[in-house]
């Protein structure tokens, strides 16, 4: 059972940076168990991957999407069970909600996958606009 609460989402001009922050509050497993992603979702669009790492005990491995390699990265702090995704040199068609997802379990294939994660965040709003 994993709790995730979102926050950092605001109006940003393009050019700009956001972090934002995933707080997990884990039960039943450690936090270290669990893979986390992060996805976004424009109007009228479906889901869509943009940054994962695989769980500390299956590695650690980080993924991103083909459209925001360079300019995002995403981070761990397993102690205080949170996960950032640091966005550099935002483009209008980065506005989006943005939810962080967790899931165990999840095999490298399925890591883009939204289906693969089980917990997920209430979405935080990004908009990039002059």
């Known amino acids: 059972q994993v709790q995730l609460v979102e926050s950092g989402g605001e109006l940003v001009q393009p050019g700009g940076s956001v972090r934002l922050s995933c707080i997990a509050s884990?039960?039943?497993?450690?936090?270290?168990?669990?893979?986390v992603g992060w996805f976004r979702q424009a109007p009228g669009t479906e889901r869509e991957f943009v940054a994962a790492a695989r769980s500390r005990d299956s590695g650690g491995r980080i993924y991103y999407a083909d459209s925001v390699k360079g300019r995002f990265s995403i981070s761990k702090d397993n102690a205080k069970n949170t996960v950032y995704l640091q966005m550099n040199d935002l483009k209008p068609d980065d506005s989006a909600i943005y939810y962080c997802?967790?899931?165990?379990?999840?095999?490298?294939?399925?890591?883009?996958?939204?289906?693969?994660?089980?917990?997920w965040g209430q979405g935080t709003q990004v908009t990039v606009s002059s």
């Open positions: 997802a967790a899931g165990s379990g999840i095999i490298l294939s399925q890591i883009r996958s939204a289906g693969s994660y089980t917990y």
């Open positions: 884990a039960s039943g497993r450690s936090f270290s168990a669990y893979s």
